[in-house]
Structure formats: structure tokens, C-alpha cells
């Protein structure tokens, strides 16, 4: 009986065993395939534009209680981080989180008579409340500038294998340009906002999970500013405006992909 017993129980799962049926439900990619191609990820890493403001690329106007003034503007490099968010391997957004210090010397275009009409309102008006001093006349602003680049790129892969996780690729990319100043020393100018455009050629080679991108930018940026108490009549008497180009700067990308 015993004998019987075990005979049948083999025979059950033999039959069970052959209904059984394996599936593979891993969702891992391949890691080598002849028929898939390489995607571009999302990736953030550091931003970096070697960028170089140059005195004939600047439209700008500078006045204190209706005076002209002569500036001129140094600057730093623009650090910064930037994140690119791929469509399909064709066309991508990017955006780009920045700052940069903007040194300004300014100075009257007739320092002489600028400092004789100083005294003259000095000594003439006895309530005199310093609402004009010689800083007005000749100084310098030590500006902090934030700036946000979005827009768009679109390329073409030079060269692109899915087995070993490469590519480069050619690409043009276009966007606008948002930001804010911050005045370092005690200006008597109120922080403006920046608003301006951007556009220029790249290339970038990826591996694996890092991409380095590379290239020249053009930029336009601008920004108006006005005394927050004005001496003139009208607040146009004292105003700061900077409207400038950058051309062919060079700029480097290294990001790494979030997933």
C-alpha cells in the first residue's frame, strides 16, 4: 500500500513540474544588444563659462543728479550648475543656475565742476542732508549677479553604440536669461532684475553615466537701475543701465545622470 502511496505522489509532481512555466519579468536592460540604441539621461553637474566682457560690446548709461558719467566694467567667470532633461537623443531643455561679480568704476565725465557744485550745495543749503557726497561723483559698485539660463538644444549623434554606452554628439542650443543683482557696497541704486537671451554651438560625449559638453556661447544681457531716493526732478536724472554682448565665449559641462 505504502508503495502505492509514494508511486502516485512521484507521478503528481512530475506533472506539476511540467506544467510550471519560467518567466523572466527583470526589468534590467541588456547589456549588450544589436538592436538597441543608446539614450541620453537626465544629468546635472557643474557649470562653467570663461566668460570676458569686453568695453566696445557695452551700451550703457550712467547718471547722478543729471550728469553724464564715464564707467568701466571688470568681471568674473561664471560658475554655476546645469541640468539637461532629454527628449529623445535629437532634442533636449536644459537649464542653467549661475552667478558672477560684476566690478563697476564710475565717474563723472567733469569730475572738477562736479566736486565746485558739491560744496557750492554744501555751503549753501544749511539743511544739507548728504543726500549728494563725493561717492556720487567717483567710486565703485561691486555687484553679485544670479542668473538662470532655460531653453532648448537639438543635435545630431556623430557617433552613438548602445553596447559600449557612448556617444557624441553635435548640437546648437538657444534660451533666455533671467536673474537678479545685489549691490555689495551701500549703493544708493536700487538691485535691478537681468533679463537677456543666450545661444551657441556645442558638442558632447557621453560614457556610461558621465558627459562632458563643451562649446561657444553668445549672450545678451541688461539691466536698469534707479536711485531709491532721487535727487532730480524725475528718477531718469539717476539711473544705471548696462546692456551688453558677450561673443563666442567658451563654456564646459561635466554632468553625471541621476538614474
Known amino acids: 500500500m505504502s508503495k502505492l502511496f509514494f508511486s502516485f505522489l512521484a507521478v503528481a509532481a ?6 510550471t512555466v519560467y518567466i523572466d519579468n527583470s526589468m534590467a536592460a541588456a547589456e549588450r544588444s544589436d538592436t538597441e540604441t543608446y539614450e541620453e539621461r537626465v544629468s546635472v553637474g557643474p557649470y562653467i563659462e570663461f566668460t570676458n566682457i569686453k568695453a566696445k560690446n557695452i ?23 546645469a541640468g539637461n532633461l532629454p527628449f529623445n537623443n535629437y532634442v533636449g531643455f536644459y537649464i542653467i543656475a549661475a552667478y558672477q561679480f560684476l566690478g563697476v568704476n564710475y565717474k563723472d565725465r567733469n569730475s572738477a565742476e562736479a566736486y ?9 543749503d544749511l539743511m544739507f542732508e548728504n543726500d549728494v557726497d563725493s561717492s556720487d561723483i567717483k567710486g565703485h559698485h561691486q555687484i553679485h549677479t544670479v542668473i538662470f539660463q532655460i531653453g532648448f538644444d537639438a543635435g545630431v549623434p556623430l557617433y552613438s553604440s548602445y553596447n559600449y554606452q557612448t556617444m557624441v554628439k553635435l548640437f546648437a542650443f538657444g534660451g533666455g536669461i533671467a536673474g537678479k543683482t545685489f549691490f555689495q557696497n551701500e549703493s544708493k541704486f ?8 543666450a545661444y551657441g ?17 553668445n549672450s545678451h544681457e541688461y ?16 539711473e544705471f543701465m548696462l ?3 558677450n561673443y563666442f565665449q567658451p563654456f564646459v559641462n ?4 541621476l538614474f
Open 190 to 197: 536700487l538691485a535691478p532684475p537681468i533679463f537677456g537671451y
Open 59 to 81: 551700451n550703457s548709461s550712467y547718471k547722478v543728479n543729471n550728469r553724464k558719467y564715464d564707467i568701466e566694467v571688470s568681471n568674473t567667470f561664471t560658475y554655476g550648475a
Open 116 to 124: 565746485e557744485i558739491l560744496d557750492s550745495m554744501m555751503v549753501n
Open 243 to 245: 546692456d551688453f554682448d
Open 201 to 217: 554651438l556645442g558638442l558632447r560625449a557621453a560614457f556610461q553615466r558621465a558627459t562632458l559638453s563643451g562649446g561657444v556661447r
Open 14 to 19: 512530475s506533472l506539476s513540474l511540467a506544467d
Open 254 to 257: 561635466f554632468t553625471i545622470s
Open 223 to 238: 539691466f536698469h537701475a534707479y536711485y531709491e531716493r532721487p535727487i532730480s526732478e524725475n528718477k531718469d536724472g539717476e
